[in-house]
């Protein structure tokens, strides 16, 4: 079982930014692709970022593309994500979730494949 803890959101103003962490219990992070995802009132529940298990690869949101940052660091079991030029539109809560990748280094293709999730972090952008 993985236990992943969201940190890092707050309210802060268009145009600022906010670094998201997220923290796993697993010994074998190292061997989780991680993905971050979204959910705005009313609105499902939407990918925002992912990252490889070595870090290697990454992929985005088109929404996003440009303004945020996916990284890890393995050694702290930790990541990030990192939001600059905040728009109103990126309110919602923030999740993280874990894909099993064992010693594959490929970037989980669906929701499906991502076995673990935390409970999630608020963002709220003010225009």
């Known amino acids: 079982q993985v236990q992943l803890v969201e940190s890092g959101g707050g309210l802060v103003q268009a145009g600022g930014s906010l670094r998201l962490s997220c923290a796993a219990s697993?010994?074998?992070?190292?061997?989780?692709?991680m993905g971050w995802f979204r959910q705005a009132p009313g609105k499902e529940r939407e990918f925002v970022a992912r990252i490889s298990r070595i870090g290697d690869r990454t992929n985005y949101a088109d929404s996003v593309k440009g303004r945020f940052t996916i990284s890890r660091d393995d050694a702290k079991r930790t990541v990030y994500l990192q939001m600059n030029s905040l728009k109103s539109e990126d309110t919602a809560v923030y999740y993280c979730?874990?894909?099993?990748?064992?010693?594959?280094?490929?970037?989980?293709?669906?929701?499906?494949?991502?076995?673990?999730w935390g409970q999630g972090t608020q963002v709220t952008v003010s225009s």
């Open positions: 697993t010994r074998t992070f190292n061997l989780y692709a």
């Open positions: 979730a874990a894909a099993w990748k064992g010693l594959t280094n490929t970037l989980p293709k669906g929701d499906d494949e991502y076995g673990y």
